[in-house]
């Protein structure tokens, strides 16, 4: 059932704006695109980017692309509508901007010769280097966690796993690992603030653009899947 839902009168709303609603497609227009653009960028994209990818945001949400369902099809209402629209658009400003580094490594690969090594023309515009159903948001987030838990020490990885993922109390904690319970609760707190650390410095390693917040990273994770960031 739809009421069951973590975000129903999103998923709600999402509909009517697929149905084609005037008021539905209006009202989305005018609850998200200050939202969307000043999370764009504040995530590093230009004021033209942003204004860009936002207007685009609106056709490709109810309308098919290149053969595929509009972005809304595939909003389950599992995270917040903007938590989707934000996932959406940062993922096409990664996709450009690495599309953009492609095109200019290209260029000067075969400056003077118009064509590179590989015998594409410097006219011919570059992939995007990922695959149908592929999100470079969705890769950005899954190799930066990976690698801020392998930096991790291992106490910090167990203390964390038993917190979180165990839903283990710090008094619980705490008897396990025999110390005050108030120490073991700042353990656990510097443990988290050094994954969020490593998380960051792997993503600005990656991107160094990139401006992702740690609060934004955690809700793009809680409802990370390529359908949550408008692919297949």
């Given at each position: 059932m739809h009421d069951a839902l973590p975000h129903p009168d999103d998923f709600h709303f999402a509909q009517e704006c697929l149905e084609g609603k005037t008021l539905a497609l209006i009202h989305l227009q005018e609850t998200y695109r200050e939202p969307l653009l000043a999370f764009l960028q504040s995530s590093g994209a230009q004021p033209h980017e942003a204004r860009e990818i936002v207007t685009e945001l609106w056709s490709d949400c109810v309308a098919p692309q290149t053969g595929t369902a509009p972005k809304l099809a595939r909003?389950?209402?599992a995270c917040a509508l903007r938590t989707f629209?934000?996932?959406?658009?940062?993922?096409?400003l990664l996709t450009r901007r690495r599309r953009e580094k492609r095109w200019s490594n290209l260029?000067?690969?075969?400056a003077g010769d118009g064509e590179t090594d590989g015998g594409v023309t410097?006219?011919?515009a570059p992939s995007d280097g990922h695959g149908k159903g592929e999100t470079p948001l969705l890769e950005i987030m899954r190799d930066a966690i990976q690698a801020a838990f392998m930096a991790c020490p291992a106490e910090d990885f167990?203390?964390?796993?038993?917190?979180?993922a165990d839903d283990l109390h710090v008094m619980e904690l705490a008897r396990m690992f025999d110390r005050p319970k108030s120490t073991l609760s700042r353990d656990v707190q510097r443990a988290g603030q050094g994954i969020a650390e490593a998380t960051?410095?792997?993503i600005k390693a990656t991107d160094p653009w990139l401006e992702l917040k740690w609060d934004d990273f955690l809700d793009l994770c809680r409802s990370a899947s390529p359908?949550?960031?408008g692919v297949e």
């Open positions: 909003y389950n209402g629209l934000s996932g959406v658009s940062l993922n096409t260029v000067s690969d075969g410097a006219h011919q167990v203390l964390l796993q038993l917190a979180h960051i410095r792997h359908a949550c960031f």
